[in-house]
């Protein structure tokens, strides 16, 4: 890596790498080989829960646990992750095996999310819980305050919809997988029993079946 990716890091993270190598593996895709993300994402992932359950209690005084949770789940997605990423540029910075480059998963919402957690392990790793905590607050900025109400995730607000005009509880299917494995795509369709049904697209499957709920939902009116 250049000098330019000190420069990167320590310009986006606002800290100064005392072990590069950390912030190497933190943006090198399994494509590349063994020494990637993978670890340092699961760690990242578990720092950014602490660190944003603690910024939503600071946040949301009076709120119940079940609304910070809607919160939380909603900010730590792999979509939020990814949409951070992009904000920062990380896809630039990001060691991509060339089959994983053409097939487009500098731009995955799921690669781009699991190196934006693996950013945060290295940070952690590197820096500590205060250098991490200022840097979650400033890459996520107004998102965490942006919604007065706790959002309703779309598969809890498609239950209680059908629960509420008592029809059958939303169904959740697979239709097709199609992409290599660094990249898959999933649609799944979203079905209220042969009342209603709507299908979208999704780099997970748990991240199509929210996509065919928001747009079952939306039929529905």
Known sequence: MS???TGWITATTGHAPADLN???????HGSQGAENYERLEFLGDRVLGLIMAEWLTEL?????EGALSKRLHALVSGAVCAD???SLGVGGQLRLGKQARDDGAGDSDNVLGDAMESLIGA???????????GFIR??????????SKAPQHP???????AAAHKRRAPSYEVTDRSGPDHAPRFTVKAAIGEFAA???TGGSKQEAETAAAAALLEKLG
């Open 84 to 86: 951070v990423a992009r």
């Open 138 to 147: 400033s890459s996520w900025g107004n998102r965490v305050s942006s919604e």
């Open 22 to 28: 950390l912030f190497e593996r933190a943006l090198t």
């Open 3 to 5: 000098d330019s990716f």
């Open 155 to 161: 598969k809890s607000a498609l239950l209680e919809w």
């Open 123 to 133: 940070l952690y790793r590197d820096a500590g819980l205060d250098a991490v905590r």
């Open 198 to 200: 709507a299908s979208a």
């Open 60 to 64: 949301f005084p009076g709120e119940a």
